[in-house]
Structures are given as C-alpha cells and as structure tokens.
C-alpha cells in the first residue's frame, strides 16, 4: 500500500527538526504539521522568505499570513494584548486559535507577514513537529497551509507533496493533524474564520456572544480566508446529500453511508479531522461530481459547514 518515501519528506525526530531549523535559518521554506493542518512555514522577520511562501503557494495577492511563536511572552513581543485577548490566550493556547492584535512597533515581523497592516495574526501551536520547529530555529515562523492557492488545506505529509512538489525544501511527516481544519480566527469579538475553538467556546470566555461566523462583520477588517471560493476542489460539490448520482462521489455522515465516510457514528470532532482528507479522495476519485451528506451545524460543526460551503461555491 504504501508507496516509496518522497525525498522532501522527514519523519518527525530530532534529526528531521534539526535540518528544518537549519533551512529556516537559511531563509528556506519547511511545511510541518500543526494540530489543525500542514503549514508551509518560513522565518516570519526574513521578507525574502516570506515572498517565497506566497511564489510557493501562488497566491495571487499578498494575503497575511499568521505568525507562530513560541508562548504568550514571544507572541508579547510582537503584538498589543487587551483584556479580551488575554482571556482568550490564555483559555486556547498552546491551541487552533488565532488572534487579530495590533502589531508592535519594532516587532521583528517582515511587512509582507502583516501586508502592510498595523494588526498581526498570532498562535501558539499544541502540536510537537512545530512547536520543536520554532523551539529550534528559534525565531517567530509565518505559516499559511501548505498548499497552491485555492486548494483543499492538507491534513497529511502526502497532500503536501501533491500540492507543492519541491516547493517546500522538506516536509516533516508527524502523521494526519488530529483538528483537520484550520485554525478559528477572532479579532476583538469578532469571529473572522469559524474553527477547532468554536464561538459557543468564545463566547464563555470572553463572556458575550461573538460575531461574525466567517462573514465579514463590518470595517476594515476581512479575512482573505473568508473569500466564498477559498477552500475549493476541482469538482462540482453538492451539499445535504442524502444519496448520491451514479456520477458522483458520496462523502457520508451518520445514517448515510458514503464511500467514505465522515464519522459512522455521527462524532462532528472525527468528522473534521477527516473532512479535507475526504475532499482530496473525491477529488482524485474517477467520479465527476461530489455529493456530501447533511451534517448538524452546531458546535464545530459551523466551522465544518463554513468550509464545505466555500468548497461549493466556485
Ligand atoms: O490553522 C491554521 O491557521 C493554519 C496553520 C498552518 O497554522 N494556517 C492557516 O493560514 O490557515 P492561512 O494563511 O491559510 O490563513 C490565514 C488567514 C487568512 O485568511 C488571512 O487573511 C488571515 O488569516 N489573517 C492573517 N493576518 C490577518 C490580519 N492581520 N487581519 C485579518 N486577517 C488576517
Ligand atoms: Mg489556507
């Protein structure tokens, strides 16, 4: 089954971080695994690294990109924290959440990281591959997901390697990310991209309910993230599904089976862990169009439904 190790591709260990650590510091490009998906990372203060992630991904324009660091104190440094956003750090990180602060001044951040913002995105990862990464190249590492512009985000090394080819100068292997979708990202109480931390969970933090949704909520602030065709495969996707055509390929969930399927036992967290992976094999299936089952919208389930609906709309 399994085909021979791609020659960009490390398994995670101490060998595999060193080298990666020694190509940021050399202002190449690494895609690691987080907890949430596969990022294609770069020192976040080198600008000639940080446009190579966005000739890498091809995308079109320049989006900002999230910084991870290493803890509060390192994410202290970078950017302004309010009340708000201290209850959140300290609630959801290390964890999949992002945070809109105002950037710092002086904070060792390449401007193409912020595209010229006065606001900076921030996380401290959970997952080991990239916390040993920053640890060891010791420096901030700007990471978007580590595929071409447009694609499905990767949860495994092998849809990496697939996306980018030789793009990335090594690709750590830890495994599928156990979140499966990209990180929730809030600016003051505003959700900017639903995610693994969802807005019920926000909410009870910051003690008010959250908005937003994945919409933009009014001023400046968007999200490129939020661009209705983001997260889109090569084929036709139809949603609430109950069976599918003889064309098409079903994603199931719960009561209905499909060939592949989310979660038998209805289980929203297993579900989106699985999901992209699930829109990469219906991509590569020998079907023409895919069909997904109707899945419950609450709890992660929002951030489930704010992805297949962007993977809709094309
Ligand atoms: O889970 C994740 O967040 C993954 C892993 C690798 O950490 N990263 C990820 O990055 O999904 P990316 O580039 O695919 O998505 C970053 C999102 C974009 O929608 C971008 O617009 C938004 O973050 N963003 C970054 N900086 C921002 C800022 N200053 N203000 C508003 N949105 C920002
Ligand atoms: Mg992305």
């Given at each position: 089954m399994m085909a021979e190790p791609h020659p960009l591709v490390r398994r995670y260990g101490t060998a595999a971080i060193a080298e990666a650590a020694a190509a940021i510091r050399a202002g190449r490009l690494v895609a690691i695994p987080t907890e949430t998906v596969y990022g294609l990372a770069a020192d976040a203060g080198d600008s000639a690294a940080v446009a190579r992630i966005y000739a890498a991904k091809g995308r079109p324009s320049f989006n900002p990109l999230i910084v991870h660091v290493r803890d509060r104190a390192e994410a202290e440094r970078l950017a302004v924290f309010d009340r708000a956003a201290d209850a959140l750090a300290a609630a959801f990180w290390p964890g999949p959440l992002t945070l809109v602060l105002?950037?710092?001044?002086?904070?060792?951040?390449?401007?193409?990281?912020?595209?010229?913002?006065?606001?900076?995105?921030?996380?401290?990862?959970?997952?080991?591959?990239?916390?040993?990464?920053?640890?060891?190249?010791?420096?901030?590492?700007?990471?978007?997901?580590?595929?071409?512009?447009?694609?499905?985000?990767?949860?495994?090394?092998a849809h990496v390697v697939a996306s980018l080819g030789a793009a990335a100068e090594l690709v750590i292997d830890d495994g599928p990310c156990a979140a499966g979708l990209e990180s929730t990202i809030v600016a003051g109480a505003t959700l900017l991209r639903p995610g693994p931390v969802t807005a019920e969970a926000i909410g009870r933090v910051l003690g008010r309910l959250v908005s937003g949704g994945?919409?933009?909520?009014?001023?400046?602030?968007?999200?490129?993230?939020?661009?209705?065709?983001?997260?889109?495969?090569?084929?036709?996707?139809?949603?609430?599904?109950?069976?599918?055509?003889?064309?098409?390929?079903?994603?199931?969930?719960?009561?209905?089976?499909?060939?592949?399927?989310?979660?038998?036992?209805?289980?929203?967290?297993?579900?989106?862990?699985?999901?992209?992976?699930?829109?990469?094999?219906?991509?590569?299936?020998?079907?023409?169009?895919?069909?997904?089952?109707?899945?419950?919208?609450?709890?992660?389930?929002?951030?489930?439904?704010?992805?297949?609906?962007?993977?809709?709309?094309?």
């Open positions: 105002p950037l710092r001044a002086g904070a060792p951040v390449a401007s193409l990281v912020t595209a010229g913002l006065d606001t900076v995105a921030i996380r401290v990862p959970a997952h080991r591959a990239m916390r040993a990464l920053i640890e060891a190249a010791g420096r901030p590492l700007a990471a978007p997901s580590a595929n071409r512009s447009n694609g499905i985000s990767p949860t495994r090394a994945g919409q933009p909520a009014g001023g400046t602030i968007t999200a490129p993230g939020q661009l209705a065709t983001h997260y889109a495969p090569a084929k036709p996707l139809r949603l609430g599904a109950g069976w599918a055509e003889p064309d098409e390929w079903l994603i199931g969930f719960d009561g209905v089976e499909g060939d592949d399927t989310l979660s038998v036992s209805g289980d929203l967290t297993e579900a989106a862990a699985r999901l992209f992976d699930a829109l990469h094999r219906a991509d590569a299936s020998d079907r023409a169009r895919i069909a997904v089952a109707p899945l419950p919208a609450t709890g992660i389930g929002e951030a489930i439904h704010d992805r297949l609906r962007r993977a809709a709309t094309r």
